[in-house]
């Protein structure tokens, strides 16, 4: 019964998701929100694979985000290589990148490990910033445009990429529940119960949290492809920023709901329009004044309910009376 309800929500949710842009100007603003609400939620979800199932609280995804937007850039302009091609061998690079990280990372934990995959990124950073001859250095890089076309990942209106962000979505979102649900994910939540107790009993902690680490390198570095043709020119300081990138997604999952399959979504629906209201309402009044709001509204969520606003959605549904069937 229950798997049958949420099958039926599921399918509810993506037919809610296929024919929202229709409702809307085909590149309209609203459409733009939507399509980075998706994008972040696919990249949460990415992340989600390591921070959720093994609690390994990562801040250097941005340094996989922003090497799978390079990669795939470049590869573009030097050697006018589809980005679908590039989004291939920015997930092979984003992999390597996070099999580099894990090695001398994997036995830190809490803010040790934390601090030392921020480090991480902000290497990136300031590579790709001094490296000016390969990255254009603070000037940043501008995709080339041409006619629109399927094949060079190039389209006419932003419908085709909110339904571009909408199919990453759902594949990243599949990876996840089949990494949940399969002996890696039960692994993984051992691990993050009781790594000591998870050994005792044979599991390889190490090995397994590169397993998820490479995964959820490879994934988010593919979303840094899209990130790139979604918005034609990105900089280091964009596309490798912690605070815009690692600790955004990383915020996402645990104000939606951590290691839950429909947390990051919850909270990509939350948190992205909430950022783009405040700095419509506030951004104008004071200097900060809007990311001062919009941190306050965080705190107030996860105060009310620290397990995600889906446990809270969840509880509400639980707490609503039923009906009787027999009359009175």
Known sequence: MKRARNLLVAGAGLALALI?????????????????????AAMAQAWNIVGGLASQMSLGHAAFFGLGAYTSTLLLIHFGLSPWIGMIASALVGGAAAFALSLPTMRLKGHYFALATLAFAEVFRVAANAWSSLTGGPVGLSIPYGEPSFLMMQFQDTRSYYYLALSAFAVVTVVFAAIKFSSLGYRLRAIREN????EVVGVQTTKVKIQAAVISGCLTAALGTIYAQLNFFFDPDSVFAALQISIRVALITIVGGIGTVVGPLVGAVFIIPLEELTNVLFADKAAGLSQLVYGLLLIVIVLIQPRGLAALVGSALARRPKTSGAGT
């Open 195 to 198: 790594q000591a107790a998870a």
């Open 20 to 40: 929202l842009p229709m409702a809307v100007d085909a590149n309209g603003y609203a459409v733009r929100v939507l399509t980075l609400v998706l994008l972040f």
